[in-house]
């Protein structure tokens, strides 16, 4: 059993949410005893039918409940959005109202049917892949890079079995479940976008090449990353600039949520990830970039994201800003001793920015500086942005 960073309140009402398979459901079983929690599991289809035909039955249920049940666990509740309302009603009505544990796997539905979600009354927190701290003498670099860290990937202890897990999620779950949600009329085209959106995964994304290629059209393009970014399959980085209007008008790259569901789109999981190679490379600048997002969030860090790209093309891969308006620039190499050629983002940046701080994340085994950019083991990366 790993021991997950997040620690869901016990007195507080909360939405978790995060892609399936993350171990939402084992994390809320180790902290809410069946015996005092009253569950709901909207992926069982007669809870589903029954409740979507009449809402107003868990309200009732929930209210007459024996007052042993002092929570109320909601799974997928994305599923019935109209379940919220009901929700509202008894937090706002009853004085002996129970704490409400309410997880999902996609926050559309309810971004698209303007769902009630409780006005603050209830928290909200995500649950990410394992991370390297979470895993801790578990972990395995390699391993983490050529099948990711969904748990039941990560700790499988057969290789035949994570890949046949990996790719029965994506046959599973981003193809039939977007099917059954109604999110895409056109399947065909859809499936060609996820090749093609895998192959770019951490490129700039350029929307009318994407669908010139699928055979779709730019807003169709545009709604399909939207589709992957509300069901938590993936995430926008957006562009540096000192002005957020400009941040928007820039394209933006764009990352799937975990290195092996990349691997697995992309048909690739049958062969190793080779360092030195340029595959690698993006790997591991996709693992470090997810790493540091998901133990910021865990850490509870109100962090602003970004990358930077010049006008002579310049790049690097992440950039930081702290509430305290300390700005940190990051770029990411994957070999073990990185050449003055593969700071050149960074200069460019300081350039633009005096006072950032500058990194270079990398396989070396020991830190050293160069030109005023400390250059990084990669784990000695997440103490220095205060993420341990």
């Not at 039955?57 to 959005?81: C, G, M, N, S």
């Not at 959106?197 to 490129?203: L, M, Q």
């Not at 394209?251 to 949520?257: A, N, S």
């Not at 770029?331 to 593969?342: H, T």
């Amino acid at each position: 059993m790993v021991k997950r960073l997040l620690q869901p309140p016990v007195r507080h009402s909360f939405f978790l949410f995060g892609p399936r398979q993350t171990g939402k459901s084992t994390l809320l079983k180790l902290f809410f005893d069946p015996a005092v929690t009253l569950s709901y599991d909207l992926l069982r289809s007669e809870e589903y039918l029954r409740l979507t035909s009449q809402p107003q039955l868990f309200r009732d249920e929930v209210l007459a409940r024996d007052k042993k049940f002092t929570h109320v666990l909601v799974d997928e509740v994305q599923r019935i959005p109209a379940l919220l309302n009901e929700i509202h009603y008894i937090l706002e009505n009853s004085k002996s109202a129970p704490y409400f544990v309410l997880s999902g796997s996609s926050a559309r539905k309810l971004k698209r049917s303007r769902a009630n979600l409780l006005a603050g009354r209830a928290w909200t927190f995500n649950l990410y892949p394992l991370t390297h701290s979470e895993l801790g003498a578990k972990f395995s670099l390699d391993k983490a890079l050529r099948i990711g860290t969904l748990p039941s990937v990560y700790l499988s202890p057969d290789n035949d079995e994570a890949a046949k897990t990996l790719k029965a999620y994506v046959q599973t779950y981003l193809k039939e479940e977007i099917q059954a949600e109604a999110l895409v009329r056109n399947l065909g085209g859809f499936l060609r976008f996820l090749a093609l959106a895998a192959d770019e995964n951490g490129n700039i994304i350029n929307f009318s090449n994407i669908a010139r290629e699928t055979g779709t059209s730019y807003h169709t393009v545009k709604e399909y990353f939207q589709i992957l970014e509300d069901t938590l399959i993936g995430f926008f980085l957006l562009p540096y600039s000192r002005a957020l209007r400009k941040r928007l008008i820039k394209h933006p790259k764009f990352y799937f949520f975990d290195t092996g569901i990349v691997r697995a789109i992309a048909g690739k999981l049958s062969v190793g990830v080779i360092p030195k190679t340029y595959e690698y490379g993006r790997i591991f600048e996709h693992f470090i970039i997810t790493e540091i997002i998901r133990l910021a969030d865990y850490k509870g860090k109100d962090y602003k994201f970004s990358f930077y790209q010049s006008s002579n093309n310049a790049e690097v891969d992440l950039i930081i800003e702290t509430p305290r308006g300390e700005v940190h620039a990051i770029e990411i190499k994957s070999s073990e001793n990185p050449d003055k050629s593969a700071l050149t983002g960074l200069f460019s940046f300081k350039e633009f920015c005096p006072k950032a701080a500058l990194y270079c994340v990398c396989r070396a085994p020991r830190k050293r500086a160069a030109a005023g950019i400390d250059i990084l083991p990669w784990q000695d990366i997440f103490p220095a942005l205060g993420l341990v």
